[in-house]
């Protein structure tokens, strides 16, 4: 088929609404959100449909065309933006954007990939319900994106990542078939759980375009309280008690390095420090609770008060507000924000066990300054779940380009300590392009060739997101093996 024919059949089946043809309006769609991959793009469309989805696949596989599936496009990895090569198109699903019902009894709310996360969130409350799922770019993060990558946040510790809030999908495969797979059922012991195959794949397998998810009683109660701690091994034991007293009643636990609150207090306006006393770590914890009369702020207080007592903190506030609250959170979610004014940096999202947390940080800081003295660690994240966002920003009299000449030698510190401590050099973000030399160093080889065949059986001719998370052709690799 002639290019133009091709790209006019495409706007049949789209639309004019559907098809992005103006150069400067396609800009955003072939940039990846923090601007490491610019690509271009054959064509980008935003189908309204699951029928004009099936439709533009079914074209891209008979013109074996490159598909790359697209959501908020807020990825961090590299993996929903198109290459430089001008052969792929761009599949948003923005369009596909309407919420397809909710069930108080089942407990679900069944969504179109387009939906914002955000928009979810608020639909869920409409209902008194809870979706739990919150990251920083809720605003603009789509659900189909945040399931194709796996997404995490800041309450997997009680909820769990997007996975664990996923009942069932509907998912357009690279042939254009349409599996629908949207379920509210909990238990189905019928062989393999397809939709795990799709949740955290990138966009390689098929393309979610609705997923039926997870509803939560509304909290009741909730209390949020910031610490301050010499160690992060305080920090655990921090943990470990607030598990013992309260349970399931803890729902976010984040760690916050001196140096990263500095770089938040310096360069966000209206920031100011939660406690008097300046401390190498702190801990920012919510606690929360379904029932009617459980006590919990008085619970909450005495499980501090222990903790104080015991010599696992120095102080603590509890929020007296919701505005209060807001302000302590205010710090943590506006850490990457405050690092990217500092200047340039190097981001590492990983996780280790709990229990070697400390041990991580410890023996990685020390790499790290023998290799670049001065360095700076901004270390933050979702310690309760083991996810460390491990960063670091150049040393003060360092110049912007003799830092990023580091960047390689960085990365291997940090991912062979990681792989040491049997982590995962990817908690949340996925691997995209970004981190897949790293994946194909430090991922055990027998998982990686099942990646392969599992990549191979569904999608043969390597037409969707080819060259993200596995290297492009890998299927073929798998065939020799």
């Known amino acids: 088929m002639h290019s133009d024919s091709f790209l006019d059949a495409l706007q049949q089946i789209v639309g004019p609404q559907g098809f992005v043809a103006d150069a400067a309006d396609r800009e955003r769609f072939e940039r990846d959100w923090r601007g490491n991959f610019p690509g271009a793009a054959r064509a ?7 029928d004009e989805v099936a439709a533009i696949v079914r074209l891209c596989a008979k013109e074996r065309v490159p598909v790359v599936p697209q959501g908020g496009n807020t990825g961090l990895a590299g993996g929903s933006s198109p290459d430089a090569s001008g052969r792929e198109v761009v599949l948003s699903l923005t369009r596909m954007n309407r919420v397809r019902g909710v069930s108080l009894a089942d407990e679900t709310i069944t969504v179109e990939a387009g939906v914002i996360l955000q928009h979810v969130q608020e639909e869920a409350a409409r209902h008194n319900r809870l979706f739990p799922l919150s990251l920083a770019a809720e605003g603009s993060a789509t659900i189909g994106g945040n399931l194709a990558s796996n997404a995490g946040g800041e309450q997997v510790l009680r909820y769990g990542n997007a996975r664990d809030l996923t009942l069932g999908l ?11 797979g949207l379920s509210p059922l909990r238990k189905d012991n019928t062989g393999y759980d397809l939709k795990h195959l799709f949740v955290g794949s990138e966009g390689t397998l098929g393309v979610i375009t609705a997923a039926s998810l997870k509803l939560f009683p509304k909290p009741r109660q909730q209390c949020t309280a910031w610490l301050g701690l010499d160690t992060p091994q305080q920090a655990i034991g921090v943990l470990m008690l607030l598990r013992e007293t309260l349970g399931d009643c803890v729902t976010s636990f984040e760690l916050v390095g001196r140096a990263t609150l500095d770089q938040v207090l310096a360069h966000i306006d209206g920031t100011r420090a939660p406690l008097a006393e300046a401390t190498p770590w702190s801990v920012l914890v919510e606690v929360s609770e379904t029932a009617r009369d459980a006590q919990l702020d008085a619970r909450f207080e005495a499980a501090l008060a222990d903790a104080l007592e015991r010599g696992l903190a120095r102080d603590a506030v509890i929020a007296q507000s919701s505005e209060q609250a807001h302000a302590l959170w205010h710090i943590r979610d506006h850490v990457p924000e405050a ?3 500092d200047g340039p940096s190097i981001k590492h999202d990983l996780s280790v066990p709990i229990s070697r947390i400390p041990e991580f940080i410890e023996t990685t800081g020390a ?15 979702h310690v309760g779940d083991g996810n460390l966002h491990y960063n670091q ?6 110049g912007d380009d003799a830092f990023r000449a580091q960047i390689p030698r960085v990365h291997d510190i940090v991912h062979e300590q990681v792989a040491k401590m049997h982590g995962s050099i990817s908690a949340e973000h996925g691997i995209g392009r970004l981190k897949q030399d790293a994946l194909m160093q430090y991922k055990n080889p027998v998982a990686l060739d099942l990646m392969a065949r599992v990549k191979h059986a569904i999608d043969p001719g390597d037409l969707f997101n080819p060259g993200r998370l596995l290297p492009a052709h890998t299927q073929d690799q798998g065939d020799k093996r």
């Open 367 to 381: 790499a790290l300054e023998a290799a670049c003295p001065g360095i700076r660690v901004i270390c933050f994240g």
């Open 393 to 398: 920003s150049k040393p003060a009299a360092q």
């Open 44 to 50: 980008v469309v935003r189908p309204a449909s699951t």
């Open 339 to 341: 690092q990217r004014r």
């Open 170 to 180: 509907e998912v357009v495969l690279p042939d254009g078939r349409i599996w629908n």
